[in-house]
DNA sequence: GATACAGACTAAATCGTTTTAGCCAGGAAA
DNA sequence: TTTCCTGGCTAAAACGATTTAGTCTGTATC
């Protein structure tokens, strides 16, 4: 069985394919159709099941109604629920989403743009790798509206981004530390070189600072990004084992490196929060739900993608009125959320 | 700046339009095009930064080499990591995958499957909701071909699927609930009349009736699918108050059902397996990390999603070969993964 | 009686590809 | 000299829509 089109129709209610199109369209009244052609038309179409062809109408209109979403890793808490906030919004605009992975690497993100080009998505929202600001200006050049949702490169005032004050999360989680009397605060980080993971680490430098005490090295870990589960669980493992003498706390700050560290922590019987304080960026039903509860600084992950698709859609909406003129980035802010764990 | 097309590199390299899509398509030696035009058009195309429009070539192919997956909701653990797998797998097939969430709605399925068609996707992976056969039948009729996966239509064998035997899977873990001693076996579900809850709930009866077990109507509850999570935390809460008196085993046939029985667990502060041994169908980071670790019946979830694309490709490829002659369904083992908690 | 205009449609171009069916030149075979 | 290849390309149709610019009829206006 083939798919009808509207040239089957016109053939079928004699009538011509324009005027097919008109009524499929609601243009029927503005192009002066008679009632009964239209009810003839509709009729027809409904009978042979008719759907238009997406392909078709986007070559011939250059919309697609399709945003695509590039995420780090689609099958990260976070990064699903971002993802299934944005689809929800999307159908609110009647558009459609398409995902991806780029599982942080810097050729597959251009591989997925060169992807979603091809396949002319409308707009783009993008949790972009290092190293992708000319990738996007090549878009927006295109006049296709691009938002970073996570991250950011704070030299591309030019490229619009929604995301939490990772800055301002991570000092109001070391305040919190700090006021309960904890002061050999540990770090666990992850290597690169976006800044919102830098954000996080001057935020941790500068509230240590502003109280005086020192920032000891070996407090600090550093996870290569690509280092396995095991590797990257013995360096944890390595950092935990002084707690109670070299750290009385810690900050995690990722949800995946804060998994990792409940993992250690369960494993060696570190009593926390006696023995080591525990704060992580960024929520996960396991901190809701392990014994103890532990603190988190939470992201308003359904505002992320709400703000996200906003902006987006806005930009569509004013696509063609040469540059859209407000491009304030849009900043939310990271609570804490005290449980437990300090 | 407007994207190049094959026909401006036509008129810069001085050729015809269909000389340049042979060399990009690499059908230049076939078609008898000399060595220094097929070296003038790669090198102009280059230049140009050519990006062949999908739509075009789609509209004109008929193949859009994208597959639509429909899952029940993608920011749940389980179908996130099968979309991954599923996309990992798409993208070694040169495969490009659109995914949606259903939230279980037979309206919203429907209206997805709408979409993906309207948008000639070559093929579908479905977690269907109930009554959607009629629809995928359609879908069979205009040649594309669908993989159910996670969930079946007992009758509907030429629909195929790839999921567990799930009626296995839960006989495993009452036989291990069993042989370790407990008797009074509650059993948490979700309210549908989808086959594979039917067969896990099934497995639960048999299991008992095996042994000799009476089956009491109150250790069995039914939790409607669009409650609440309060509500539903309520329902649970009331059934396992009785730990330790009226129960002393609880099996969680779903993976937001078991979190959900965590999270009473910790707030009636239950002592797991003292007052109440747990089993869980599928796993999840929690059960892994919680105190006490909780047994569950894993599913292997990225070969689901590996053999799912697969069957896919293999119906792909076979495409108009009339009907594709092995329909087996793929039935994969739940094994039980022994905890602290039983 | 010519002009205008509204009403009710339709023809044809267009979007960017792929692909079939040729065209043309030159050399070989008959 | 005609016929037949063959090598090296190109023209044009087709995919399924949208949209601009008409075409006709018939009636109202001057």
New binding site residues.
Partial sequence: M?????????RKA?????????V??D?AVK????????EKVEHVAREMG????Q???G????KTKTIGLIVENISNAFFATLAKSIEDEAKRYDYKVVYCSTDNDEDKARDLINMLSQRQVDGYIITPTLNLADDIHKLQAENKPVILIDRYFPQHEEIPSVLVDNYEGVSRGMEALIAKGYRKIALVTIETEMAHMKDRLRAYCDVLKRHGIAEEHSRVKIIPYNSDHEKALEEVERLLSGAGTDIDAVFFLTNYLGVLGIEVIKKLRIKVPEQLAVICFDDNDIFRLYTPTISVIRQPVEEIGKKAMFALIERLRHSGEETYPVNIPVRLTADLVARESI
């Fill in positions: 083939k798919k009808v089109s509207i040239s089957d129709i016109a004699g009538v011509s394919v324009s005027t097919v199109s008109f499929m369209n243009k192009m002066r159709i008679s009632r009964e052609v239209i008719y759907r238009p062809n392909l078709a109408r070559l011939r209109t250059g």
